[in-house]
């Protein structure tokens, strides 16, 4: 036994931290795209006698880009699962509103905590409804969404609440360069991106969401990994709202629809390279994927093209990606 | 067609319940004032039918009808003479918009949902781009009156959507209808019995896109022309689809099924109007009732009601004896 | 060595059928425990009672003395009991160390320990001789045979008690075959229980220590291996002798030639030659692998042939190939053959709707020729038996009238009453004129079946038999020794 156990734990190349843009991963083509289209926008920006890199330009992208980006990072969670939630944007103007209105009453903290409730008592709606229900996903958010627009409709016609001067500063402050929203995102998609790698239930979502008859057969509990999903997912667009509502200085019933933070939220994850149907893609790929969108709008507003053209853009890159990715698992 | 009853269920319940809220709902005038508003969103379900029954999602309905409508203000702009060319244009770009959905679906293996999606980003961007970012021109009173006017006392929107549902049905019975819906339950099989998938896919989103154009004409008339038209219509054709107990995936409900679960959403929203219930909280409602039509659709039976219907029943899956044995 | 596994009086019943009924079985440590019976025996549900994945209607089950709780799969897995499915049950996303552990990934301070993970799975790789791939290596990449490699390590890891396979070999080329061999025979040196499903006699008489027989869900025999015969087995299976079981062969020579390939080939078949000629059923013979299924896709379009002559002319897609009369029974009713949630109606006339129009008269007509019993248009195939639905997929293709029918395993997952309805069928459809070519991986059906037999190795033509061959011919041909 003692020799055969020596056979080496084999000598894969790729470095582990490398693994989710080596050659291997989904997520590589979203990054060279990234890269080609950054240096084109950098090459963009010199004739125009502008700086890509300026500190105003790239702090101006993250800062757009971090409410879509912590969704996307939630969204990534439901979609690898096998799943999906429609119901994120009227979330997002749901827990503004609570936020804003928490705060005005009860202060900071208690409001954080209220929102994450809410948050988190959706999300787990959404999952009971989903595997308790036997509701496809696309309907079981859409509902559960419409019944949020209900309530949102129904109490509020505009903006209400208020969110103090110390908690609005999570939106535009910044720590040296970088923008506090940013930190956040970033906080958040590394430990979206730490449970998927590293924690059992990141390894069961994958599991449910590649297979979901494998991972019965194999002993997961697989209701329970979809539900807790959700229920990430939901907290993310909970604090989406949260940093929305300190940008905004209130709540407001449409920031979230009005955002398409729902339907874009799902783009942006697909253009990372992460498998609508589930169980094969990650986190970075949607951080490249919410980060391309943004350089693309910047390189939009450089050129000032009409933000209706972002629209058309946007819809041709998206279908070219997946177009794209498709041939490429077709060629393997 | 056993799966389609539950619907036909619910809609004369709700049917019921208007009638008593307001004795005019049994003439003849108000009843058809209500089919008339039904339809744009009835045809609009008749479309989405085709492309769901065959296991694939029309997420760009809702931009199309929005996309049509400003684009036939601006071309007629008042014109008379450009009605009926603009007409034939509408009709035109809504196959040619299925076209492209179905041939980069097929062809491209794009998932339909990004597909779809993407054509929403697409249509919703080039149209304002066009226009400048708000509608201009303005429809002639010959094109208003298909969703305004009518034959007689009958609303065109009436006999429009009757048609509609006749050539549905038909199509439904006919080969091609017989052989998408195979597509939709088991693409492989029907392949390998001689089905051209992609075509027959293809043919489904162009009728979708077609639809879309004749709800954009019929709501053009109706509720004139604005950049909110078609928002949202997607996911109430959907809605729609699937309250008709058709299924998300393929393969399987009845294209009556989804027209009557395109009439339940509007007698609810005319129930909700009737009873005084904010306009706010229709969606809410509108929520739950979706969630709940599904769940006890999909919910299974009990055991006894499980015996009771082994030899058809159709709105569960049983356990497959055939399967479960070596 | 003491007994690990116990199941006492097991019954289970489906809607519409009882599948199960006081079933017992014993397996002791060390022990390779072979459990036969034809299709729809209750094999496969007794195994998925033991996994957790059906719950008996009476019954229990004791694993080393202790009772088992049925609920879920990892209640078994707990218990010690682990299963080999026929249809692999990885991930092919994940790594190979990923799919041992999953659903119990070892786990440090609440972290997933991938080191303990991925040294667990080298030791046991090694610990099987396994070199050729590692922990790391992403299942897609593996081969079918290294991904069952993966699944005896997966079933190792959890120090599985007892061992489930189901129809190990059935996906597996034969030099895998061997490898299997010798892990089976490792789990036993370790003092595992291996319960071994298959109904290849052949590898029984290798590995089994101890067979057991069902019957229409019931337990016929348990006999140790060397007290019983081949001839003993096929009888408790089948319950009666195989002779009368097959209709006469053709009673006038063959007619026509309707379809002759030569050289043909793609990128799984090379160097063919064939003819099949009116009135003869032909039958195609071969190992898992050898090319059974890609040679019948090849001739009807669905994987056409990039070269070689073709008369008709070559199909390049599966409209060429139902245009130039040609039909295909495929091997999977359920995945590529019927669409299972419309009627039958919908079902048999898929082929004529899907081309240039209706043929074949009246559906109840057609029903009746293909003796579905009750011929009930309406009736949604799935609700149908195995046997039934395979009529209803032969209904699909006489509704065009193919002049050559290509059938693959047209007897798979069927009772043996439909069998002899469906054999009896094809040989009426020879009689009529039809060229037939019927892919069996059941020697005794091809031979029963054949006028002649073609024998394919390695993606060629490795001999022609003549009807009535041994099984030992066939065998040595189809092996190359």
């Not at chain 1, 979206?192 to 590649?210: D, M, N």
């Not at chain 2, 769901?52 to 999602?57: K, L, Q």
């Not at chain 2, 029309?58 to 409508?69: K, P």
């Not at chain 2, 709501?219 to 109430?236: I, N, P, R």
Request: charge should be neutral; hydrophobic fraction near 50%.
């Amino acid at each position: 036994m003692t020799q055969e156990l020596r056979t080496p734990v084999p000598k894969t190349p790729t470095w582990r931290g490398l693994r989710d843009v080596g050659a291997d991963s989904p997520a590589r083509p979203v990054y060279l795209s990234l890269l080609a289209l950054t240096v084109f926008a950098w090459i963009l920006f010199l004739t125009d006698g502008g700086q890509f890199f300026s500190q105003v330009n790239t702090v101006g992208i993250l800062q757009r880009s971090a409410a879509l980006g912590i969704v996307a990072v939630g969204q990534t969670l439901v979609i690898l699962a096998g799943s999906l939630d429609l119901s994120v944007a009227f979330l997002i103007s749901l827990v503004s509103l609570v936020a804003a209105e928490t705060m005005a009453d009860y202060g900071v903290l208690p409001a954080i905590g209220a929102v994450l409730a809410v948050s988190a008592l959706v999300g787990l709606v959404n999952g009971l409804v989903i595997t308790r229900l036997k509701v496809h996903a696309f309907i079981a958010t859409l509902g559960i969404s419409l019944i949020i627009k209900g309530v949102l409709d129904h109490r509020y016609d505009g903006p209400a609440g208020s969110v103090p001067e110390s908690f609005q500063r999570l939106g535009y402050d910044r720590i040296g360069p970088v923008p506090v929203s940013a930190l956040l995102w970033a906080a958040i998609a590394f430990a979206a991106w730490f449970l998927l790698r590293r924690t059992p239930l990141g390894y069961r979502i994958y599991a449910v969401g590649g297979d979901p008859e494998v991972a019965r057969l194999s002993g997961v509990r697989t209701d329970r990994v979809v539900v807790a999903a959700h229920v990430l997912c939901a907290l993310c667009a909970g604090m989406a709202g949260l940093l929305l509502a300190a940008r905004l200085g209130a709540g407001a019933p449409t920031v979230g629809s009005d955002g398409g933070y729902d339907l874009e939220s799902i783009a942006a994850v697909v253009l990372g390279g992460t498998a609508l149907a589930g169980g094969r893609g990650g986190v970075a790929g949607t951080v490249g994927g919410v980060l391309l969108l943004a350089v693309l709008d910047s390189v939009f507003n450089q050129l000032e093209i009409n933000s209706f053209a972002k629209d058309v853009v946007r819809g041709l890159v998206l279908v070219a990606a997946l177009a794209i990715y498709a041939r490429r698992r077709l060629a393997r | 067609m056993r799966r389609t009853l539950p619907i036909f269920g619910v809609l004369a319940v709700l049917l019921v319940a208007i009638a008593v809220a307001n004795p005019y709902f049994l003439e003849l005038p108000g009843f058809l004032a209500f089919v008339k508003r039904a339809a744009p969103l009835a045809i609009l379900a008749a479309g989405q039918y085709f492309v769901i029954v065959s296991g694939e999602f029309d997420l760009s309905v809702g931009s199309l009808v929005t996309a049509e409508v400003v684009i036939a203000a601006r071309l007629i702009d008042g014109d008379p003479g450009a009605t009926w060319p603009v007409i034939a244009l509408l009709l035109v770009l809504g196959a040619l918009i299925g076209l492209v959905n179905g041939a980069v679906t097929t062809l491209l293996r794009v998932p339909s949902f990004i597909t779809t999606l993407g054509m929403m980003l697409i249509l919703a961007g080039a149209v304002f781009l066009w226009t400048g970012g708000a509608p201009r021109g303005a429809l002639t009173e010959e094109f208003r009156t298909f969703g305004r006017g009518g034959l007689g006392p009958v609303p065109w929107s009436v006999l429009i959507l009757l048609a509609v549902v006749t050539a549905v049905v038909l199509l439904m019975r006919a080969d091609f209808g017989r052989t998408l819906v195979a597509t939709g339950d088991n693409p492989g099989a029907a392949a390998l019995s001689g089905v051209r998938v992609p075509r027959a896919k293809t043919i489904a989103f162009v009728l979708s896109g077609l639809s879309a154009a004749v709800c954009a004409i019929l709501l053009g008339g109706f509720a004139g022309v604005s950049a909110q038209v078609g928002q949202g219509l997607e996911f109430q054709a959907i809605t729609a689809v699937v309250l008709g107990g058709v299924v998300l995936g393929g393969g399987r409900g009845s294209v009556v099924a989804a027209i009557a679960g395109a009439f339940t959403l509007e007698a609810l929203f005319t129930l909700l109007n009737l009873y005084g219930i904010s306009g706010a909280l229709e969606s809410a409602v509108q929520g739950v009732i979706l969630i709940a039509a599904i769940a006890l659709g999909s919910l299974t039976l009990p055991a006894w009601a499980a015996r009771a219907r082994t030899t058809n029943a159709t709105t569960h899956t049983t356990p497959d004896p055939t399967h479960a044995k070596g | 060595m003491g007994l690990v596994l116990r199941m006492t009086g097991i019954g289970k019943s489906f809607p519409g059928a009882r599948v199960l009924s006081g079933v017992d079985l014993e397996v002791a440590a060390g022990e390779v425990h072979a459990l036969i019976g034809e299709n729809g025996a209750g094999k496969s549900t007794l195994m998925k009672i033991l996994a957790g994945v059906h719950t008996p209607d009476e019954g229990t089950i004791e694993i080393d003395g202790r009772a088992l709780a049925f609920g879920h799969p990892l209640d078994a897995q707990r218990a010690g009991v682990s299963i080999i499915y026929q249809e692999l049950t990885l991930l092919p996303e994940r790594t190979v160390a990923e799919n041992v552990f999953l659903g119990r990934e070892p786990v440090r301070r609440g972290l997933v320990d991938r080191e303990t993970m991925e040294r667990t799975t080298a030791e046991l790789l090694a610990s099987l001789g396994e070199d050729s791939f590692g922990p790391r290596d992403l299942v897609r990449r593996l081969s079918v045979a290294q991904q069952q490699v993966v699944e005896i390590v997966k079933a190792l890891s959890v120090d599985a008690r007892i061992v489930v396979m189901d129809e190990p070999t059935a996906a597996l080329a034969e030099h895998e075959v061997e490898l299997l061999y010798r892990l089976v025979r490792r789990l036993r040196e370790r003092g595992i229980a291996v319960l071994y499903i298959s109904h290849r006699l052949r590898e029984i008489f290798d590995l089994a220590d101890r067979v057991t027989v069902l019957k229409d869900g019931v337990k016929v025999a348990t006999e140790p291996i060397d007290r019983i015969t081949t001839a003993d087995l096929v009888r408790l299976m089948v319950g009666r002798e195989l002779t009368d079981y097959y209709p006469p062969r053709a009673q006038r020579p063959p007619g026509d030639v309707l379809l002759s390939v030569r050289g043909g080939g793609n990128d799984r078949l090379d160097g063919i030659d064939l003819e099949l000629r009116a009135g003869e059923i032909v039958g195609l013979a071969g190992l898992q692998g050898a090319g059974r299924t890609e040679l019948v896709k090849a001739l009807f379009g669905a994987e056409p042939f990039t070269r070689g002559e073709m008369t008709p002319r070559r199909p390049r897609s599966v409209r060429d190939g139902i245009a130039a009369g040609i039909g295909l029974v495929t091997e999977d009713r359920k995945s590529e053959g019927l669409a299972l949630h419309q009627s039958v109606r919908d079902n048999a006339l898929l082929v004529a709707r899907a081309g240039k129009g209706r043929a074949g008269g009246a559906v109840l007509d057609l029903l009746q020729r293909v003796r579905l019993a009750p011929p009930r248009p309406e009736q949604e195939v799935r609700h149908l038996s195995g046997g039934n639905q395979q009529k209803v997929v032969l209904a699909k293709w006489l509704t065009v009238a193919p002049r050559v029918l290509l059938f693959d395993e047209p007897t798979r997952g069927v009772d043996v009453g439909a069998k002899a309805v469906i054999h009896e069928l094809v040989r009426e459809l020879a009689d009529g004129g039809m060229a037939v070519l019927m892919v069996s991986s059941e020697l005794p059906e091809l031979i029963g079946m054949s006028d002649r037999i073609l024998v394919l190795r390695d993606g060629r033509i490795a001999g022609h038999l003549p009807a009535g061959a041994t099984e030992e011919a066939v065998m040595e041909l189809a092996a190359g020794s």
